[in-house]
């Protein structure tokens, strides 16, 4: 019996790296084919190629063109950054289901601001339970505004360096597909050199995600400044001590703990603004991104949480053909964007 395949490359470019997976779906299976990380340059973390608005096309074009030289596949979904989206949640009286579209285009008025043809409204609709009156229900709606220019801007690019651009997925949604089946209540939080993200799912499906303060960029700057070095050596030496600070550099050791003890309770106000919100509980926490594929880190990340059950999540564990050597296992943490993209579109 001949099985459709069918392949997609997901392209996710975050605030270092460019990461790009090629999937390719055959039957029920989905295989990894190939991946890329493909250094943003920086000057010392100061000079953001992507930053500059007039070469943004042109410099992300050059660095896909990098990046996918090696792969056979041109069709792309490009994950959409949370930093250049907008994102609101808000309830509505539990109104017929043929009025809802049209109520929340009227409600999304009020938090997005841009004009409706400058923008493209996505939204994840769900029934939420009123815990004041329990045989009540309301209909709650998690929004993500997405700039018309900014889809411009990733066609134009995709365009320059050979790809087909076939879908933006924003990164609010991407990592829906990892919990796919589950039931009851999971949390995510991805950690970013620039930004990092809180989500929530229930029964398997998206219902709210927001931005939180944290950001990695400010531990290694503080590093950069304890050590009297650069932004790039403070990283190595974080990546070497693999969070095993010695006590000869107990003012660095003190600044790691404070910066996470605050992303700690960061997310501890969080969690309860969830279960004030929507009532759900949860005993543990994901982490995905970029510290987690350091040494060390879940085990000291584990320390700051306390009570709270950490796990990394694996954007790997659905996949088949990956191989098995440290180079890309390591690195799986960085990859769950463009996996998870891959996967919505090829479902």
């Known amino acids: 019996m ?175 597909p990892f919990f796919y089946g589950n039931s009851g209540v999971s949390v995510l939080v991805h950690m970013d050199l620039n930004y990092s993200l809180i989500y929530l799912f229930y029964n398997g499906q998206l219902v709210f995600g927001k931005k939180l303060k944290f950001r990695l960029y400010n531990l290694i700057d503080s590093i950069s400044k304890l050590l009297d070095t650069t932004f790039v050596k403070a990283e190595e030496f974080l990546a070497e001590k693999k969070f095993n600070i010695p006590e000869e550099n107990k003012d660095i050791k003190d600044a790691v703990s404070v910066h996470f003890g605050s992303v700690y309770n960061e997310i501890q106000e969080e969690i309860n603004n969830i279960a004030d919100k929507f009532g759900f509980k949860t005993d543990g926490i994901f982490v995905s991104g970029s510290p987690t594929e350091i040494p060390g880190f879940l085990e000291f990340f584990q320390n700051c949480c306390g009570k709270i059950k950490i796990n990394a999540l694996d954007p790997f564990s659905r996949l088949q053909n990956v191989p098995n050597n440290s180079n890309i296992l390591n690195k799986s943490p960085i990859f769950g964007g463009a996996v998870g993209a891959c996967m919505k579109y090829l479902k």
């Open 2 to 176: 001949l099985f459709f395949k069918k392949r997609i490359l997901g392209i996710d470019f975050g605030s270092k790296f460019v990461k790009i997976i090629e999937l390719e779906k055959s039957g029920r299976n989905l295989n990894l084919v190939n991946y890329s990380v493909t250094s943003i340059l920086w000057e010392d973390s100061s000079s953001y190629p992507l930053g500059a608005t007039q070469l943004f096309e042109e410099n992300l074009a050059s660095i896909l063109k990098e990046g996918t030289k090696d792969f056979k596949t041109k069709d792309a979904i490009f994950v959409l950054p949370a930093s250049f989206l907008f994102s609101t949640f808000f309830s509505l009286p539990n109104i017929p289901k043929k009025a809802i579209q049209e109520t929340i285009e009227y409600e999304s008025r009020k938090y997005i601001p841009f004009d409706s043809d400058d923008i493209e409204i996505q939204t994840k609709i769900f029934s939420l339970k009123n815990q004041y009156q329990p045989d009540k229900t309301r209909t709650a709606v998690f929004l993500v505004g997405i700039p018309n220019g900014l889809t411009e801007k990733l066609k134009t690019s995709a365009y320059i360096s050979g790809l087909n651009y076939k879908k933006g997925e924003p990164e609010f949604f991407v990592y829906e």
